[in-house]
C-alpha cells in the first residue's frame, strides 16, 4: 500500500507435489548367480515431478557398492545372499526409497567328479561309473543336486548317480562327461576318458634260455610280449 492509499496484489504460484508423486521401485535379473556374475538393474520407479531425479544404489552392506547410473550392472565376486536398496531424489527434493532384503544371492557350486575302477580294459570292456561332488573353497553348497546325466561316449547315457556298468564292444578312446544341476539352476560338468586297446595292441612272447635239458635242469623264462 503507497502513501496515497493505492495498493496492488501480486500472485506466484508454488508446487508443493503430493506423496504419491514418487513412488520407488527396481527390478534385476539374474537373481540367483553361480559362484560369482553380473547382475543388471533396472529402476522401474514411477515420478511424476517435473525434471530429472538423481538415483543412489546400494547393491550389499559394503559401503563401496553403490552407483549414481539408473540403470547399473553389478559384479558379485563372492557367495552369499545381498540385499538391494534404491534411493530416487528429484530435483524438487522429493525422497522416496526401495529396499529388497536378500534380493541376490549367490551360489558356491560343488564340483562334479568322475571315479573309474578301470580306464583301461580289453573288449568286450565293461565299466564301472561313480558319480561325486567337491566342494573347492568358499562356502559349501546349501543347495541339493537334482539331477544327474552321463554320457559315455557309446551311445548310452543315464540320469542315475551311480549308474550300471557300461559295456564298450569297439576299440577306441571313448569322452565320459558327467553333468549335475543343482536347485539354484546352476550346471557343471566334467569329462574323463576311458580306453579299449585295438586287438593287435597286445601280442604274448616269450622267450627261453634253452629248450632242452638232459633228466633234470633250470629254464629261465623270459615275457617279451608287446
Do not use: E, M
Not at 24 to 48: H, K
Not at 60 to 68: G, R
Amino acid at each position: 500500500i503507497s502513501r496515497s492509499g493505492c495498493s496492488t496484489t501480486v500472485a506466484q504460484q508454488v508446487f508443493v507435489p503430493s506423496d504419491d508423486s514418487l513412488a520407488v521401485n527396481f527390478g534385476a535379473t539374474p537373481l540367483v548367480l553361480c559362484d560369482s556374475g553380473r547382475v543388471t538393474f533396472r529402476d522401474s520407479s514411477l515420478i511424476s515431478v517435473p525434471g530429472t531425479p538423481s538415483w543412489k544404489w546400494f547393491f550389499s552392506n559394503n559401503p563401496a557398492d553403490t552407483s549414481n547410473i539408473q540403470n547399473p550392472t553389478f559384479n558379485y565376486t563372492s557367495t552369499g545372499f545381498y540385499t538391494v536398496k534404491l534411493v530416487v531424489r528429484t530435483n524438487k527434493n522429493c525422497i522416496d526409497s526401495a529396499t529388497f532384503n536378500n534380493y541376490v544371492k549367490v551360489v558356491h557350486t560343488s564340483k562334479p567328479v568322475i571315479t573309474l575302477t578301470d580306464s583301461v580294459l580289453c573288449r568286450p570292456a565293461n565299466f564301472t561309473f561313480t558319480g561325486s561332488t567337491r566342494n573347492i573353497g568358499g562356502q559349501p553348497d546349501t543347495s541339493q543336486i537334482v539331477q544327474w546325466f552321463w554320457n559315455f561316449g557309446n551311445g548310452a547315457t543315464s540320469l542315475d548317480q551311480n549308474p550300471a556298468g557300461q559295456i564298450f564292444t569297439v576299440s577306441g578312446t571313448f569322452p565320459n562327461t558327467l553333468t549335475i544341476v543343482n536347485s539354484s539352476g546352476c550346471v557343471d560338468s566334467v569329462k574323463r576318458n576311458v580306453k579299449v586297446p585295438f586287438d593287435d595292441s597286445l601280442q604274448a612272447f616269450f622267450r627261453a634260455d634253452r629248450r632242452i635239458i638232459c633228466d633234470s635242469g633250470t629254464i629261465n623264462f623270459t615275457d617279451t610280449s608287446i
